[in-house]
């Protein structure tokens, strides 16, 4: 079945540090893949995907590019910001069961002054 | 577009007694699915529905159960709770559309199981 592995956490940054959140995944076929982002006492607010391989999502300054080969959409951010913290969730689709996601254990990130 | 919304948003309830949570999709979006967060288990997958049928189902007892209306909203019950039920349930909306299959969460209810 599909899985999701994201790096362990928790990941503690100064501001403007550079970020990177690790996630590999197992899946049949060609999935397609997303970061969420949970903040406290909310739900999962989608972050950015990627469809097929070789694609980059991007948003809010945070990029992740869709890797075939490694199996692997990490994800990244150049400067990251005191609001940027919050739990990281990896997760994946498959096409002929996209309302069943699989999601990693999550990573909290926690940015410092 | 109003985002996906459940309510309610906290609930307590007591072992043994059942409960009912309610997810309002996005309008147009017609599948609907549900998720259990734990701090120990993460996010579990719990069902989904499109068309008012059941399309999915994850590894849950059946005390969980749901159901869809003609206007896509959603329902999921729990019956006979357990300790162990209390947990975030999220609900997530989507289009189906193959080349769009991004899933939208709502806030989630937070049920508390004493």
């Known amino acids: 079945g599909n899985s999701v592995t994201q790096m362990e956490g928790p990941v503690t940054l100064s501001e403007e540090a550079f970020l990177t959140i690790n996630c590999t995944y197992t899946a049949t076929g060609y999935p397609s893949l997303f970061w969420y982002v949970q903040y406290p006492g909310e739900g999962l607010q989608l972050l950015l995907k990627a469809t097929k391989a070789d694609d980059k999502g991007s948003n809010k300054g945070f990029e992740a590019t869709y890797r075939k080969e490694t199996t692997s959409f990490h994800l990244e951010k150049g400067s990251v910001q005191v609001s940027d913290s919050a739990v990281y969730f990896c997760a994946l689709s498959d096409r002929a069961n996209a309302g069943k996601s699989t999601f990693g254990d999550g990573t909290t990130l926690t940015v410092k002054p | 577009k109003a985002g996906v919304t459940q309510t309610p948003r906290y609930l307590i309830k007591t072992r043994g007694q059942q409960v009912t949570l309610s997810c309002s999709p996005i309008?147009?979006?017609?599948?609907v699915s549900w998720y259990q967060q734990t701090p120990g288990q993460g996010l579990q997958f719990l069902f989904e529905y499109f068309s008012e049928t059941q399309r999915n189902k994850g590894n849950f007892p059946g005390r969980f159960s749901g159901r869809q209306f003609s206007n896509s909203r959603s329902e999921m019950n729990v019956s006979t709770l357990e300790l162990g039920d209390s947990a975030l349930y999220l609900c997530a909306s989507s289009t189906d559309t193959p080349s769009t299959d991004t899933q939208y969460f709502g806030p989630g209810t937070r049920l508390t199981v004493l």
């Open positions: 309008s147009g979006h017609r599948s």
